[in-house]
């Protein structure tokens, strides 16, 4: 399928892609050090008189200022933070020796899964340490590739990002947006393939989106926003009122014809793609709710005068689009199957009587569908870990793709043309292995093996079940040395997301392997509210539900406590995004639980997230305190709202980037103050405020390495680690 509108509420925040480097910040007056917590002196934030009523709670907000970032009391607070943070980790012996071996872990060849558009093949590759990965081209995948589009060449902190292109149906154009420091905003241009320069075209003002081409390489479809009304609300602003346009080649935006709207309903996510055989154009609705559900309208591009018609109309389902024959889709849904199924809807009979079901549910979720030449492969998830099964276009078993182990693989994809297609393999000890699949006689070889500096021959990982507060089984993953003596002394990392539907699986990464070698045992949960076992479960970790998050993540701390993996004192928590969220909740319910927490541009404030760019769109996961029936569950486990006075909270490390607009940075600006003023005991409060950083993506490699040993750092000294 082509590139694709997409909507990520929340990412999970994953070791070894958050941001780094000590940040410049702009000059003010110094704020002097008041707040005193025995072993530490933290800046005064002022509290003022601001106070909310809720449905006649009143409940105060002491720390608003803070939300104006920009303010020169809140860039001198900013500022004194960060020199306590960085000066605090500067005293750690082991942070350069961190450095120093992270640098080497990651200094490996990265490569993508190659794709294909255009008759050509695509994928990118870092050498290593190349702040972002470059863009290449070649004839086919065993060709010599050549460079397509290199972003480092566009600022010399690698902080401009890749982050969408699409190729013309003649191969002999791309589009490809950039982002800057972070940020989800987007700015599309057009490249010449051939000669590799640029076309004076400029889009501007998308988020969310993909592009996709009208097959006569006219011009490309793509979502985008309103400007933002006022001067520098960028970051801020909500987003609301998503429009399709399509922009001709060779004409200013103010030409770009507007495809699809709905003013009436502004917080619609709209998304348009033009079919692989360029008949159709397709528009995909969603819209904020506690199930994933989507509407499908097409247009048939080959019709003169044709419009654009409703062919799914009704919400309570999701819809995803997985190609077509003619007037025949696919979709993979979870219409009457909260884990998955796929249908066909012939577009000469579309009343539901007449749709077919090609492959039903089964035991496990359905993950994701792709289709490469005719067949379609469906990656399921059996306990959080892939399984792909092929099936030709009338729903026949015909195979299983065989894995190497247990482990994460997407569904192999590509176009209805292709004779092999590729898929890659990693998991929690295994670098990344990208296989080349004859679609033919479905076998496999590799095609790029991942060479990196780690010998994962003493490590070793199992999946263990806990029982949840309710009974509910909880699946987790544990990585360690075969020869781990369970004593109750080691330090263990423990990771989780849980919200959104997101599913959390196996993966290798350099910065878990530097936890491993420091003798460290790395535990990955995998909580309701997240994707791993379809709707269902998706569903009881929301809204009035979402207390089963943390009831499942405490329970999985008190498991490896009580089966002697480790201690309350060796336990360090991690989470980003909603995970931050799940730290916050989880260390205010239960302090004496966790040795230290490190909570990545955290959702915090749970009575004001909805105020702040695209945070309206999380309220079908969370629901929102303007709900007079939601605002108490959401004030009950707030976690800007739960700090006790006097408590003694473990060693807590936040981060935040002062350009997220995904995750508004306040969130973390007021619990950080809100944390240092409430703590009673020794363990240091600290937060991380970088600079030219968003909420992950697009983050160079020197940034992702500093961060993360200042991550390791701290975490290692607040478990009482030295480096072997």
Known sequence: MRARAFLALLLPAFLGSCTGTRPPVASATPVPMATKARAFTYPAARKSDVVDDYHGTKVADPYRWLEDADSPESRAWIEAQNALTFGHLEKIPERTKLRERLTKLWNYERVSTPWTAGGRWFWSRNDGLQNQSVLFTASSPDAKPVVLFDPNALSTDGTVALSGTAISDDGKRMAYALSVAGSDWQEWRVRDIATGKDLPDLVKWAKFTGASWAADGSGFYYSRYPAPKAENASLKEQNYGQQVYFHRLGDTQEKDRLVFERPEHKEWFVGADVTEDGRFLTIGISRPSDIHENLFWYQDLKKKGSALSALIDEWGAQYANLGNDGSVFYFRTNLDAP???????DLAKPDKKNWKELVPQSADKLDGVAIA??????????????????????GTFLRDVPLPGIGTSGALGGRRDQKEAFYSFTNQITPRTIYRYDLKTGASKPWWTTKVDFDSTPYVT???????????????FLTHRKDLTLDGNNPVWLDAYGGFNVSITPGFSVSVGLWLESGGVFAQANLRGGGEYGEEWHLAGTKERKQNVFDDFIATAEWLIANKWTKPSRLAIHGGSNGGLLMGAVMTQRPELFGAVIAEVGVLDMLRFQRFTIGWAWVGDYGSAEDPKMFPALYKYSPLHNLKPGTKYPATLLTTGDHDDRVFPAHTFKFTAALQAAQGGDAPVLVRIDTKAGHGGGKPTTKAIEETADRWAFTMKALGMTLP
């Open 339 to 345: 884990r998955g199924r796929v249908i066909a809807i």
């Open 373 to 394: 030449g005719d067949t379609l492969f469906c990656a399921y998830l059996h306990d959080a870990h892939t399984v792909i099964k092929a099936y030709d276009l009338k």
């Open 462 to 476: 199992e999946q263990v079940f806990v029982a949840s507060k309710d009974g509910t089984k909880i699946p987790m």
